[in-house]
């Protein structure tokens, strides 16, 4: 069997300008981090533009397949994709964050990929763009390529 070529793109923080809201994720030691006000905020992100671009460019050329795989909760779905379609943001399916999961992104995207993908498909997956250090090191040592187009830590 063929597979088509993958490339995963993570959204907040890669796809998504979340600058004006990661106040809410960084705090000092031993505090609560605000993830509902986060959350809240999404609607009003911005688009990297540069990142969307190779999105578009990756459906328009064809024989590439555009997979987004986020950490957002599921809940936000229709905001997420309502975001997407305003921002021009092309993609073949999102693959969000399960109701009721509450993992770190580092296990739970590598879970995410072997969930979602067979291992032809597996194996087809080009390049992840991804911006969260840690998850961008659990990738690599995962033995995927990874573009980390801007470093997030929160």
């Not at 030691?29 to 609607?43: E, L, N």
């Not at 997956?125 to 969260?132: A, H, Q, S």
Request: proline share 5%; with cysteine.
């Amino acid at each position: 069997m063929m597979y088509l070529p993958i490339y995963l793109f993570d959204i907040d923080g890669t796809l998504a300008d979340n600058d004006h809201r990661e106040h809410f994720l960084t705090v000092p030691d031993g505090q609560q981090k605000d993830w509902d006000s986060f959350w809240a905020g999404q609607a009003y992100d911005t688009v990297h533009e540069p990142i969307a671009t190779i999105a578009r460019l990756l459906v328009q050329v064809g024989g590439y397949r555009v997979i987004l795989l986020t950490g957002r909760p599921e809940i936000y779905r229709h905001v997420t994709e309502v975001w997407l379609d305003k921002n021009g943001v092309v993609y073949e399916k999102m693959i969000m964050r399960p109701k009721g999961n509450r993992e770190d992104d580092t296990t739970l995207k590598l879970k995410l990929i072997d969930e979602y993908f067979t291992p032809g498909e597996r194996r087809q997956i080009k390049l992840i763009f991804e911006d969260r250090q840690r998850c961008v090191d659990s990738m690599r040592a995962a033995g995927y390529k990874v573009c980390q187009p801007q470093a997030g830590d929160f």
